[in-house]
């Protein structure tokens, strides 16, 4: 059973932001560049929540997917388009900006984790928010394995200053949130609005579906 909580860890991709538009523009950049057919957005979102590396390998065509040099390529042109082009089409959904300054008026300590590199995390996270919205924000770095490894979680439950893991909630949109929260030993909360349904959040355990912006009244 869900119990309302200080201390928080959002996702950014599908669940603060929706960023689909921008990441299919930078991989059909990489694409186009080597060569190869462009995919659409449906194809792309098929593609994510693993890490950056992996979303390339994934979107590359399959009979190549395992040439790491050419992976390595397809990253390095990939990055550095994504990189300039991060913030072009993303968007706060709608509800996330008051929802978020809620809690922030009502005392939560907030975070974002995401598994896209931590540059491009921090990019994103400082053109959609006020400066000091966020505690914590940590995108990967190679400090910490991708989510749902639960090492970055428990960084940042510790940086937050929670006095246990279970007193800290997970808020994300993904199959790779809600084991995050369970790996981590934090309650899983999804999102009604983003990549994955929220069937799938619920079958993985998600205690709480908030579904718009009143919704943020429950969670703390």
């Not at 913030?87 to 300054?101: E, H, N, Q, R, S």
């Not at 009143?214 to 703390?220: G, M, Q, R």
Request: glycine fraction near 10%.
């Amino acid at each position: 059973m869900f119990k309302p909580a200080k201390y928080f860890i959002f996702d950014l991709d599908g669940t603060l932001a929706y960023t689909i538009s921008d990441l299919t523009d930078a991989m059909n950049y990489m694409l186009s560049s080597l060569g190869f057919p462009e995919i659409d957005e449906d194809r792309a979102l098929k593609g994510i929540n693993n890490g950056s590396r992996k979303f390339v390998q994934r979107c590359l065509p399959p009979d190549l997917s395992n040439d790491e040099k050419l992976v390595d390529r397809a990253f390095e042109i990939y990055s550095s388009y994504y990189s300039g082009h991060c913030t072009v089409k993303t968007f706060l959904y709608p509800g996330v900006a008051d929802g978020i300054g809620y809690l922030k008026r009502s005392g939560a300590c907030l975070a974002v984790f995401s598994n896209k590199d931590d540059r491009q995390t921090n990019e994103i996270t400082g053109s959609l928010f006020p400066q000091g919205t966020f505690d914590v924000v940590l995108g990967y770095t190679g400090r910490f394995p991708h989510k749902p490894d639960p090492a970055g979680a428990l960084f940042i439950a510790e940086s937050l200053g929670a006095p246990a893991p279970a007193c800290v909630t997970v808020v994300g949109d993904s199959d790779m949130d809600m084991l995050l929260a369970r790996n981590a030993g934090m309650q899983p909360v999804g999102v009604g609005w983003g990549y994955r349904p929220a069937s799938l959040l619920r079958s993985l355990g998600a205690e709480l579906i908030i579904r718009n912006e009143e919704d943020y009244k429950l969670l703390i």
